[in-house]
Structures are given as structure tokens and as C-alpha cells.
């Protein structure tokens, strides 16, 4: 039973380009997802990082036009486990608001809170474009 935490990268070479200079200091990613906001003062901006690059990897955006946009709602709980995920605005597509949600699910589990982050879960409000 190998951890599902330890994900490896594709055959392809493309592992590790987390710090690649077409990053945003905002915290978001080249598919256009970015951190709408938390449900509490979360000042770990490695841990985005991290979590904008796992879901970032399982993003596959249907062909429809670059205006489209949903909100995607969801808990990570302290052992990074997903929780309460959730479409909080659609995008009027049905294909995209799915493609979003399994995005995020396939990119569970994610690294566990900080150790300096005192709640037992954080609250993620992601808008995808």
C-alpha cells in the first residue's frame, strides 16, 4: 500500500517546475485558478503554493470560451483531507463546473495544515477560469 501523499511526477520530465519564472506572487496558476479567499487568516503562502500546483497538475479545461469562470467551495481538514467540496458559483457549464470539482478531488489529499496554523480546517473559496 504505497502513501498517496508522495505523488510522483509524469514520465515526461515535467516534475518540479514550482518555481518556474512565469509564476504569481498572488498565488495563482498558468491554468488561471486562483485563491478567492479563506475562511480565516491563513498567512502560509507556501502551503498555496503547494495546494494551487496540485490542482494545477489534474486541471484539464474543456474547450469553451477564455470569459468562463466558476467558484469551486471546499475544507481541507488538518490531515489535509478534502471536505464540503462544492460548486459556489457555476459557470453555467456543466462540463466546466465538473472538470473544476474533479480537479480538485483527483488533487486530494493535499499536504497536512501547517503546525503554526491553529484551526482544525481551513475554508477555500478557488475561482477557475
Sequence with gaps: ???DLAQEGPANGEAGRRGAPTGNPLGTTSFGSQIASFDSDFKFGYYIDQLLSAIDAKWARPPLGNDVKAVISFRIQRD???A???VAQSSGYNSFDLAALRA???ASPFAPLPRA???DS???TLIVR
Design 104 to 106: 480538485v478531488q483527483n
Design 1 to 3: 500500500c504505497s502513501s
Design 84 to 86: 464540503d467540496l462544492e
Design 122 to 124: 481551513l475554508g477555500v
Design 80 to 82: 489535509g483531507s478534502l
Design 117 to 119: 496554523y491553529r484551526n
